[in-house]
């Protein structure tokens, strides 16, 4: 009993690690209507440090303006559990009240167009605004309507996470290569990608081998990530495609190709062009005396409405 306990544990802190909401916006890329000096840049607000003192260099700053803005690009659809903003803490804290907060997919002028999910009336230093109902979207903007305004940000946090829609789908593929190789080892939830630890999928030797994943339902799908194999013969998955579709013709291979894999090492995202939508998810690797080995494909995605 004793020497289970240590992957147990393993097991509890990666599962308590995954479905808790990240900061999602320190990897952003933030913008801002324009800049008050050299000081107040946009990355300022996402810069993971809450200092609210605005010579202290953390702070974004607008000049003053009508309807002054400012957006984080999170560079992929996120659902968003909630948003802590930290206002500027030396002066003008009331410059903040009547903002806006927007959460949506839209660039249409200047993401200001978005639905707005949390109104900032009365913040002092610091409040928290948890999302009401299900928030999802790219693009986070505060928005300050009126004439002028400046807009302070010393931080802006952005709780929340991509959902793995693979984790629940079946998955399966041509054939297996040995009792190792099974298709539903690539969406265990493990990037493992030594193939002795039980974690990678593995066809035998075949033409134009294939993996699939019913993902159970039609899904909008925004990015799919690659785990290659990693102790050896990476080179064999290049020339893969990813093709999504709602049609099982041809095992699902008939489906459109909406990523190609050309040079992979271990580990590459493919983001998704255009709006993509499917329930099944296939990785084909066209040609003769092939194998097809897949440690993880995590489908990044969320319900069609």
């Given amino acids: ?56 260099n953390s702070c974004s700053h607008t000049s003053t303006t009508t309807n002054p803005w400012w957006r984080v690009d999170l ?10 903003i930290v206002n500027r803490g030396d002066c003008c804290k009331e410059r903040l009240n009547g903002g806006e907060i927007r959460v949506g997919n839209s660039l249409h002028n200047n993401g200001n167009d978005n639905p707005i999910v949390a109104r900032i009336s009365h913040i002092t230093t610091l409040e928290t605004f948890p999302m009401s109902g299900r928030v999802e979207g790219r693009y986070v903007n505060v928005f300050l309507p009126g004439k002028d305004k400046y807009l302070t940000l010393c931080e802006v946090e952005i709780y929340g996470f991509k959902q793995n829609v693979a984790l629940s ?42 993996w699939r994943v019913d993902l159970g339902d039609i899904y909008t799908i925004t990015s799919i ?5 990693g102790d050896c013969c990476k080179e064999r998955l290049n020339g893969g495609e990813i093709r999504v579709g709602n049609s099982l013709h041809n095992n699902g291979n008939d489906n459109p190709i909406v990523a190609r894999i050309s040079h992979i090492t271990t580990l590459e ?37």
């Avoid at 099974?182 to 002795?196: C, F, K, L, Q, V």
């Avoid at 990530?225 to 194999?229: C, E, L, P, S, Y």
């Avoid at 998704?272 to 440690?295: A, H, I, Q, W």
């Fill in 1 to 56: 009993m004793k020497k289970y306990v240590p992957v147990l544990f393993l097991l509890l802190v990666k599962t308590a690690s995954a479905s808790s909401p990240q900061n999602v916006a320190l990897s952003g890329k933030a913008t801002q209507i324009d800049t008050y000096d050299g000081l107040g840049a946009a990355s300022n607000a996402i810069d993971g440090n809450r200092e609210s003192i605005y010579s202290r």
């Fill in 75 to 84: 560079g992929d659809i996120y659902t968003i559990t909630s948003i802590t």
């Fill in 169 to 210: 789908g079946k998955a399966t593929q041509i054939d297996t290569y040995d009792g190792l190789g099974a298709a539903s080892n690539a969406i265990d939830g493990n990037r493992e990608s030594i193939y002795s630890r039980n974690s990678c999928s593995h066809t035998s030797t075949t033409t134009n081998p294939w």
């Fill in 269 to 305: 995202t493919f983001p998704m062009s255009g709006r993509v939508e499917g329930r099944y998810v296939n990785v084909f690797l066209p040609g003769k005396d092939k194998y097809l080995t897949l440690c993880e494909v995590e489908i990044y995605g969320f319900k069609r409405k």
């Fill in 225 to 229: 990530t690659i785990v290659n194999r």
